[in-house]
């Protein structure tokens, strides 16, 4: 969930990975492309201060990443 979650959040606000790697690193969070990919494919889980982190960059709420869509 929190993949797909973190994916939509990030295409939202017009960011590439690279990007929001970038903004994350410049704000204290020092993060690679390719780990924010291994995020979004699941491969890894980011631990709850980078959600917080992730959360300031991206506008969003912290538990916007760990609750499912409402349709």
Do not use: D, N, W
Not at 9 to 21: D, K, N, P, T, V
Not at 22 to 46: D, M, N, R
């Amino acid at each position: 969930m929190i993949a797909e979650r973190l994916r939509g959040a990030r295409l939202i606000a017009g960011l590439s990975q690279e990007e929001l790697a970038f903004q994350l690193s410049a704000a204290g969070q020092p993060i690679t492309k390719a780990a924010i990919s291994k995020y979004e494919t699941g491969k890894s889980v980011p631990t709850a201060p980078f959600i917080f982190k992730l959360a300031q960059i991206l506008k969003v709420k912290p538990t916007y990443f760990l609750t499912e869509p409402m349709v």
